[in-house]
């Protein structure tokens, strides 16, 4: 009996930790301005422009979401019009492993379901 209690704190401890990593780099844009920026697309034009599809406002919001969990810093500059850059933080840094085999996993997933549909 004490093995199944075991199992099911350890399934709950283990759903908090996934849900917290989903909150902090889940939902369609955080991981592709997290990649975005990995690839040296620090300002936010940048960033916009190698991200199809996201609005100014949305852009925005994600960053700040970022921002707020310590993934990303943002240094504002006094210049006319403003100017502000995005970093890694080294704390984020620690997730480039995870989205690297995210990528990799991705990809071969995309090439099982292209090979599947042509043999259908």
């Known amino acids: 009996m004490k093995t199944i209690e075991n199992r099911t704190a350890l399934c709950k401890q283990n759903d908090l930790a996934l849900q917290d990593t989903i909150?902090?780099?889940?939902?369609?844009?955080?991981?592709r301005i997290f990649r975005s920026i990995c690839l040296g697309n620090i300002r936010f034009a940048e960033i916009e422009k190698s991200l199809t599809?996201?609005?100014?406002?949305?852009?925005?919001?994600?960053?700040?979401?970022?921002?707020?969990?310590?993934?990303?810093?943002?240094?504002?500059?006094?210049?006319?019009?403003?100017?502000?850059?995005?970093?890694?933080?080294?704390?984020?840094?620690?997730?480039?492993?995870?989205?690297?085999?995210?990528v990799r996993w991705g990809t071969e997933h995309r090439q099982m379901i292209i090979k599947r549909q042509k043999t259908t």
């Open 23 to 31: 909150y902090a780099v889940g939902g369609k844009w955080k991981m």
């Open 53 to 102: 599809g996201i609005t100014k406002r949305t852009l925005s919001k994600e960053l700040k979401e970022l921002e707020v969990n310590q993934l990303i810093t943002r240094k504002a500059y006094p210049d006319q019009p403003s100017k502000a850059e995005y970093k890694l933080t080294s704390y984020a840094k620690t997730l480039i492993p995870m989205i690297n085999e995210m």
